[in-house]
């Protein structure tokens, strides 16, 4: 028998992970946000993987409590997601995934573009999305996987924080509202240069922001999170002191209290 999967989170990304996992022959061990993450590790001290399915604002905070002995075999899916949050808690070679496929409650997933994923464990996630028709593919390096976290952070990003002033779907930000598409990508950029100390090649970006838009254009633009992403994009620009004029005014807009 395979070694078992944790999966800490079962809402609904969790669930589609849990279903793949289990279809593809492993047995999954579910932990609720408030378990005693110490005991089960003393119980489960070599799982193949502790698939982190949080949402973003609980990330660091699981994290900080992940045993010690899960942190080698630690995976996350989560948006918004960069290497300095998970050295932060000094996990160093975690299994990642930007996950490219939309689940709702009550429909089934829907893909978008296959889901990339690089680490120890990527294998198995690629395996066990592609036997649920839920297209995925292994990265070769780490440099593939962070153009690949960047993308997807470009992606929700723009799209979310434009849906706030245009709503609509993300069809529509290039063909009618691409003066202000590309503005907020442009400066959803400068705070990921920031965030990964690095000056990121724009023009293949930006390329696969179009792409991402075209797999999908009925995508709706803003959902219920768009407004924190707007103001944690706004606190990183305050620390980093970038400009950043289309995300101030739509944070005065848009933000109580801005």
């Given at each position: 028998?395979?070694?078992?999967?944790?999966?800490?989170?079962?809402?609904?990304?969790?669930?589609?992970?849990?279903?793949?996992?289990?279809r593809?022959g492993?047995p999954?061990i579910?932990?609720?946000?408030n378990?005693?993450?110490?005991?089960?590790?003393?119980?489960?001290?070599d799982p193949?993987?502790?698939?982190?399915?949080?949402a973003?604002?609980d990330?660091?905070?699981?994290?900080?409590?992940?045993?010690?002995?899960?942190?080698?075999?630690?995976?996350?899916?989560?948006?918004?997601?960069l290497?300095?949050d998970?050295?932060a808690?000094?996990?160093?070679d975690p299994?990642v995934?930007?996950v490219?496929f939309?689940k709702?409650?009550?429909?089934?997933?829907?893909?978008?573009?296959?889901s990339?994923?690089?680490?120890?464990r990527?294998?198995?996630?690629a395996h066990?999305?592609?036997?649920?028709?839920?297209p995925?593919?292994?990265?070769?390096?780490?440099?593939?996987?962070?153009w690949?976290?960047?993308?997807?952070?470009?992606?929700?990003?723009?799209?979310n924080i434009?849906g706030?002033?245009?709503?609509?779907?993300?069809?529509?930000?290039?063909?009618?509202h691409?003066?202000?598409?590309?503005a907020i990508?442009?400066?959803v950029?400068?705070?990921?240069?920031w965030?990964t100390?690095?000056?990121l090649?724009?023009?293949?970006?930006?390329?696969?922001?179009?792409?991402?838009?075209?797999?999908?254009p009925?995508?709706?633009?803003?959902g219920r999170?768009?407004?924190?992403?707007?103001a944690?994009a706004?606190e990183?620009a305050?620390?980093?002191?970038?400009?950043?004029?289309?995300?101030r005014?739509?944070?005065?807009?848009?933000?109580?209290?801005?």
């Amino acid at each position: 028998m395979k070694q078992p999967i944790m999966i800490i989170g079962l809402g609904q990304l969790g669930r589609v992970f849990a279903g793949a996992l289990l279809r593809s022959g492993h047995p999954i061990i579910p932990v609720n946000r408030n378990d005693d993450m110490a005991a089960m590790a003393d119980r489960h001290p070599d799982p193949d993987l502790v698939l982190v399915a949080v949402a973003e604002p609980d990330l660091h905070p699981v994290l900080a409590r992940l045993p010690d002995v899960w942190r080698a075999r630690a995976g996350l899916l989560q948006n918004e997601l960069l290497p300095r949050d998970w050295l932060a808690h000094g996990i160093t070679d975690p299994t990642v995934i930007s996950v490219w496929f939309e689940k709702k409650k009550g429909t089934d997933a829907k893909p978008l573009l296959p889901s990339p994923c690089f680490g120890p464990r990527a294998a198995i996630l690629a395996h066990a999305l592609n036997s649920v028709d839920l297209p995925a593919r292994v990265v070769p390096d780490h440099g593939h996987l962070l153009w690949e976290l960047v993308r997807k952070n470009l992606y929700i990003l723009t799209s979310n924080i434009a849906g706030l002033e245009v709503g609509g779907q993300v069809g529509r930000l290039w063909s009618e509202h691409r003066v202000l598409t590309e503005a907020i990508a442009d400066e959803v950029l400068d705070i990921q240069d920031w965030l990964t100390g690095l000056k990121l090649d724009r023009g293949p970006l930006m390329a696969g922001l179009l792409e991402a838009f075209q797999a999908d254009p009925e995508h709706g633009c803003a959902g219920r999170s768009a407004p924190g992403r707007l103001a944690r994009a706004l606190e990183h620009a305050d620390r980093a002191g970038l400009a950043v004029p289309t995300l101030r005014r739509l944070g005065q807009r848009y933000l109580a209290g801005s």
